[in-house]
T-cell receptor, first 109, second 116 residues
Framework: DAKTTQPPSMDCAEGRAANLPCNHS???????VYWYRQIHSQGPQYIIH???NNETNEMASLIITEDRKSSTLILPHATLRDTAVYYC??????????FGQGTTLQVKP | GAVVSQHPSWVICKSGTSVKIECRSL??????MFWYRQFPKQSLMLMAT?????????EQGVEKDKFLINHASLTLSTLTVTSAHPEDSSFYIC????????????FGPGTRLTVL
């Protein structure tokens, strides 16, 4: 299963864009990149996923590099409620999600 | 859409007793459900994968006789922690997807288990 590397923590000013990087250099051609976030003492919340193309939904945008070895999750206008642990996961062909330590994003007023 | 519920949200039990946790997909049929465990300040750890109507597949190191999983319908999976001990105290989270390999997993809110 492809592993991911994320910075352990990041800060972002409220109202600014939050850009969360993720490296997944061993990703295989048919493996998807998924992003979830977990607010304290809650279950993870699905954010977005992608294979090759950049994706956008009402929550965020996902930018995947052409070689697919890294990606960036963008929260366009971070709010205090976006403070959470963000997990970048490469979903294996078995469908399993193997969670790493994620990035703790702290949005500050 | 894609709502997953868990019941109970928290439970306290005595050592040696068994506890059952339910996971339900409320607005879709879940062919596959997953069970995770999360200790304080740690990430989620996958315990097992269950497919409707078949036996669960457990991850290495997870005791199948201690953590009984039943996935009898397309909307319900249960995890029973048998003969619970204080070290089983944890946050148990389930997720559900329409199919194993191609669909997004949606997570429940979690169940906090405390064993005294």
């Amino acid at each position: 299963d492809a592993k991911t590397t994320q910075p352990p923590s990041m800060d972002c000013a409220e109202g600014r864009a939050a850009n969360l990087p993720c490296n997944h250099s061993t990703i295989s051609g048919n493996e998807y990149v998924y992003w979830y976030r977990q607010i304290h003492s809650q279950g993870p919340q699905y954010i977005i996923h992608g294979l090759k193309n950049n994706e956008t939904n009402e929550m965020a945008s996902l930018i995947i590099t052409e070689d697919r070895k890294s990606s960036t999750l963008i929260l366009p206008h971070a709010t205090l409620r976006d403070t959470a642990v963000y997990y970048c996961i490469v979903r294996s062909n078995t469908g399993k999600l193997i969670f790493g330590q994620g990035t703790t994003l702290q949005v500050k007023p | 859409g894609a709502v997953v519920s868990q019941h109970p949200s928290w439970v306290i039990c005595k050592s040696g007793t068994s506890v059952k946790i339910e996971c339900r997909s409320l607005d879709f049929q879940a062919t596959t459900m997953f069970w995770y465990r999360q200790f304080p300040k740690q990430s989620l750890m996958l315990m097992a994968t269950s497919n409707e109507g078949s036996k669960a597949t457990y991850e290495q190191g997870v005791e199948k006789d201690k953590f009984l999983i039943n996935h009898a319908s397309l909307t319900l999976s249960t995890l029973t922690v048998t003969s619970a001990h204080p070290e089983d105290s944890s946050f148990y989270i389930c997720s559900a997807s329409k199919s194993l390999s191609t669909d997004t997993q949606y997570f429940g809110p979690g169940t906090r288990l405390t064993v005294l």
